[in-house]
């Protein structure tokens, strides 16, 4: 049974990364197909964003009234429905139309999903889980190059996709009984270092947003996450950019390069997974932010090779890998089981957010300045998402110290 639905939840994953590249790989065709200016591809992603910000909100309460089972099977036949969606439109109107259910879908199924492993399940399968979602966003490019090479167009690419999460979709609704017979994981209350943590029952009742955002130490790893995805994002969208008018790196291995970047996070991922029970959640966030800030630095320095910089690109999206899939983990041990849900739903929307705001930012403010400043606008922010997760685990300590000397 543990086994059964670790392996659906596996392929749930995939599945949770099977859309995110297909609008960035179709656009080109799809906007000449549809007679609208290259620019209108933010709106989609805007309209996405916003949907799994607000799914994401919501998450706490859906999951309490519903269950993480119910919440993922819907969630994944919402998204399904806006693919196939996708697929059947022929005017971009239509498309903002159907990118409603697809946020929606997506932020909801996220957050359930990511707590429910946090409680359940060890370290190692988050970090696993969390390179599956690289392999779901890795193979769509893929499978929008061969739908348009082969003529079929781009809707077909929509459509497989769509057909593969409705096959998801039934095989959750069908391990809906499952959800609730698959105990706590043994080490669900506290991270693999041994920081105590609350102990109380997922179940203590509805957590509303605002009694959320007041748990010692929220903010922090809002800022955290937020700080985490917004490197990420920026990485991915200006690396190559930065390559070739900075460095003056040829476009086909600056984009090569730039593209190992995240192929540095999936690897990384399934690397880290092998370690993560290990070192615990702390060391993966510490030392993760650390090489993050290591590879910047090496994308900054003034050589003639470009060797170093490729490899700082690549050590950075290594860095990467640990920090989303660790401080989700570390979520029901830093705030108590009884907190997680509703924490990590706010995670989410901060991630999203993180993820939406920065690369225009950096856009603009390179804009004004250059886009030299890449590195050191990459490491402002690395530097920042590590001062606050340490600041909370020292918030972490003193409160269980405290709780241990009243105990006492």
């Not at 990420?232 to 200006?238: A, D, G, K, R």
Request: glycine share 10%; proline share 5%; charged share 10%.
């Amino acid at each position: 049974m543990y086994a059964l639905l670790l392996a659906i939840i596996y392929a749930a994953f995939v599945s949770l990364g099977l859309p995110d590249s297909l609008v960035g790989a179709g656009w080109p065709v799809m906007q000449r197909d549809l007679g609208v200016p290259v620019g209108y591809a933010g709106i989609i992603t805007a309209i996405i964003s916003a949907g799994t910000i607000v799914s994401s909100l919501a998450s706490e309460r859906l999951t309490r009234r519903l269950g993480a089972g119910v919440v993922t099977a819907v969630s994944v036949a919402l998204t399904a429905a806006a693919l196939v969606g996708f697929s059947l439109s022929g005017s971009f109107w239509l498309l903002c139309l159907w990118a409603v259910p697809f946020g929606l879908g997506a932020g909801a199924v996220d957050a359930a999903l990511n707590n429910y492993v946090a409680l359940h399940y060890a370290a190692r399968h988050m970090s696993w889980l969390h390179g599956c979602w690289g392999l779901g966003a890795s193979v769509s490019p893929f499978v929008m190059s061969w739908a348009i090479a082969s003529g079929r167009g781009w809707s077909s690419a929509y459509l497989t996709i769509g057909l593969v999460q409705v096959a998801l979709a039934v095989a959750l609704f069908a391990s809906i009984p499952l959800w609730g017979k698959v105990n706590p994981a043994p080490t669900g209350g506290r991270p693999a270092d041994g920081t105590a943590a609350a102990e109380a029952p997922a179940s203590a009742g509805h957590v509303p947003l605002a009694r959320a955002l007041r748990v010692p130490g929220v903010p922090l790893v809002l800022v955290a996450f937020f700080a985490y995805c917004a490197v990420e994002s920026t990485s991915i969208l200006w690396a190559s950019t930065y390559l070739v008018s900075v460095r003056d790196v040829e476009p086909a291995t600056a984009a090569a390069f730039a593209s190992l970047f995240l192929i540095g996070i999936t690897a990384g991922r399934f690397l880290t997974g092998f370690v993560a029970d290990r070192l615990g959640d702390r060391a993966l966030i510490r030392w993760g932010f650390a090489a993050v800030l290591v590879g910047v630095a090496l994308l900054a320095v003034p050589l003639e090779s470009d060797a170093l910089a490729l490899a700082g690109l690549v050590l950075a999206g290594l860095g990467s890998a640990p920090v989303y899939p660790a401080i989700i983990h570390s979520t029901p041990a830093n705030f108590g089981r009884q907190n997680s849900q509703a924490v990590i739903g706010i995670q989410m929307a901060a991630a999203y957010t993180g993820a939406t705001l920065a690369p225009p930012l950096f856009g603009a403010v390179s804009t004004g300045v250059g886009l030299w400043v890449l590195p050191l606008f990459l490491a402002v922010i690395a530097a920042l998402g590590l001062v606050v997760s340490e600041r909370l685990n020292r918030l972490v300590d003193r409160q269980a110290l405290s709780a241990q000397r009243t105990a006492a």
